[in-house]
């Protein structure tokens, strides 16, 4: 009876543990959301997300925050293609071509480990060390490069995991009907298509969210650049700038900017879980 | 085979000793005739295979039939699915392993250079232990094979979806319904579609591992009366644990214990009067 007891006592210990740790995030998180939208809302109107900024605009008179907007689309879109250029064929060949348990394929591994763990602002110093030896002003170019090196490491590590949880029995299924090595990534890519979308959907956070990064190589600039080599404004930057500002109403502009980068990222996280799920339905 | 018979029936008195000489004569005359009927589709000599350096096949040779249901019968961890798996070179997917000596298949070795492990694996349809449909239609899991292998005309896949489907004892079920996921369907008729799956790229044989293990008892019974259907077209190699099953089905059996091919006989012979004490005592449910 004693026995069962304690073990009663227990389970309740380990639930409520949980429990707070979920309403510590859960509200701390809100918290934050509170806070940018009773700061942002007031000074949101149709001209911040419409308009570039004028000559006053950091002084708290007349135009917006659309070169920011259009700035940060521009460089995750650049990015995330890139980026999945580059990690969709390291993840298929250290999973197809490489034998289980490769030395390769391991390294590959434990590298992007690493790379995840550095801070944005080493890769946007060593994307800046880069541009001054090849003499290249800061521009759209140089910030989708950096942030491309930012989240490659995300996209290849969490495209990896998924891809490393497919059933053995799938591809032998796949093989065995004769299919070459390259003719199965198929149905492997249509298996994992829900995790594509995650990794995405993380690195579009980390993205879209980083300031340091995009600091040094992207620079800043009131226009919308019309080309590659042009200089581009970003949300982060923007809300760093404008918090830095001594003016109260500049300062609530910053928020406004955080509130606007918070909503991209929820339209596209349900798009994405929306297009995910019609992707899955064959899913095993 | 007659004058074999007639001669017993005057050499011995006692009845007993009669029965089982002529019992004797009978099979390995039957044995014969099926060694005779189907020419070995598959031969093995001499195989050693290594898994993490532990010696998993020990000299294994032995002849598979053609066009007949062969049914490989042993414990638990005697090689038989590492057995299964070399057929269609699988295993060399796995991690350090080592294989020595021939697999022919039609006379061909299939280890030799000039082979392209594709048209091997293509000779032969594997079904799994659990069904394993790829994550698509049930359509485009028929047409995935054909597809790889080069057709893609609209009306040539449809066809070949339907006589494949047909063939498999599924179209009925899922005529109406070829474009929503295979999964949806259950786990009985996820068997038979990836039996279906297997026929559509024209294989010559097919290696089922414990196929219907996973199975109800009707999905399996299903299954089982395909091979019967199917055996006058493909070789048919079964691993199964199963005891009834192989007696039901089999044509000719093999028996394996701890990596080891301890008898090879015609269906009938084995059954009724196994030369080795192993297969006696394995039939006979010493262990299992």
């Given amino acids: 009876m004693r026995h069962i007891r304690i073990k009663r006592i227990e389970e309740k210990i380990f639930k409520g543990l949980m429990i707070v740790a979920t309403l510590a995030i859960v509200v701390s998180l809100f918290l934050i959301i509170v806070a940018i939208v009773r700061r942002g809302l007031p000074v949101m109107s149709w001209d911040m997300i419409s308009k570039i900024p004028t000559g006053g605009f950091y002084l708290g008179k007349e135009g917006g925050l659309l070169n920011a907007i259009v700035g940060s689309l521009y460089i995750v879109v650049g990015s995330i293609s890139l980026g999945l250029f580059f990690s969709l064929p390291i993840v298929l060949y250290i999973n197809l071509y490489l034998p289980e348990k490769s030395r390769l394929a391991q390294f590959t591994r434990l590298s992007f480990d690493v790379l995840f763990g550095i801070p944005s602002i080493v890769y946007g110093a060593f994307g800046f060390t880069i541009m001054v030896y090849l003499g290249i002003r800061t521009s759209l170019l140089a910030g989708i490069l950096t942030v491309t090196m930012l989240i490659i490491p995300i996209l290849i590590r969490s495209i990896d995991e998924v891809i490393r949880r497919v059933p053995k029995e799938m591809k032998d299924a796949a093989l065995s009907l004769g299919a070459t090595r390259s003719e199965i990534i198929k149905p492997i890519l249509r298996q994992v298509a829900p995790g594509i979308v995650t990794a995405i959907l993380l690195s579009v956070g980390r993205g879209i969210g980083d300031a340091a990064s995009v600091l040094f190589t992207a620079g800043y600039t009131d226009s919308i650049p019309t080309s590659l080599s042009q200089p581009v404004a970003t949300l982060p930057l923007a809300i760093f700038f404008q918090l830095s500002s001594p003016i109260a109403e500049v300062q609530d502009r910053a928020y406004a900017a955080a509130l606007i980068l918070t909503v991209i990222v929820l339209i596209l996280s349900i798009a994405a879980r929306f297009y995910s799920r019609k992707f899955s339905k064959n899913k095993i | ?288």
């Fill in chain 2, 1 to 288: 085979m007659i004058q074999n018979l007639l001669r017993v029936e005057k050499y011995f008195d006692s009845p007993t000793e009669k029965l089982q000489v002529m019992r004797e004569t009978l099979n390995q005359a039957s044995g014969d005739l099926i060694l005779k009927a189907h020419k070995p589709h598959i031969s093995v000599r001499n195989l050693n295979v290594y898994l993490a350096k532990k010696h998993i096949l020990k000299n294994v040779s032995l002849d598979i039939p053609d066009k007949a249901i062969t049914c490989i019968i042993g414990p638990s961890g005697c090689g038989k699915t590492t057995l299964l798996k070399t057929f269609n070179r699988l295993l060399q997917n796995s991690v350090d392993v080592k294989i020595e000596g021939d697999v022919l298949v039609d006379g061909e070795n299939i280890h030799g250079k000039e082979v392209e492990v594709e048209s091997i694996r293509k000779k032969m349809g594997l079904l799994s232990q659990r069904p394993c449909p790829l994550p698509m239609s049930i359509y485009d899991n028929i047409a995935y094979g054909p597809r790889i292998h080069g057709i893609r005309r609209k009306k040539t896949l449809n066809l070949m979806v339907e006589k494949y489907l047909r063939e498999a004892g599924l179209w009925d079920e899922v005529k109406d319904r070829l474009k929503s996921p295979a999964t949806s369907l259950s786990i009985g008729q996820q068997q038979r579609l990836c039996l279906a799956r297997g026929l559509a790229v024209k294989p010559e044989i097919i290696l089922g591992d414990e196929a219907t293990s996973a199975l109800d008892p009707i999905s399996s019974k299903k299954i089982e009366e395909l091979f019967v259907k199917l055996r006058d077209q493909y070789s048919i190699v079964l691993v199964t644990h199963t005891l009834r099953q192989a007696r039901r089905i089999a044509d000719y059996v093999i028996f394996m214990y701890l990596g080891e091919v301890i008898e090879a006989a015609p269906a009938s012979e084995i059954f009724s009067n196994p030369k080795e004490k192993l297969t006696k005592e394995y039939l006979d449910g010493y262990f299992s």
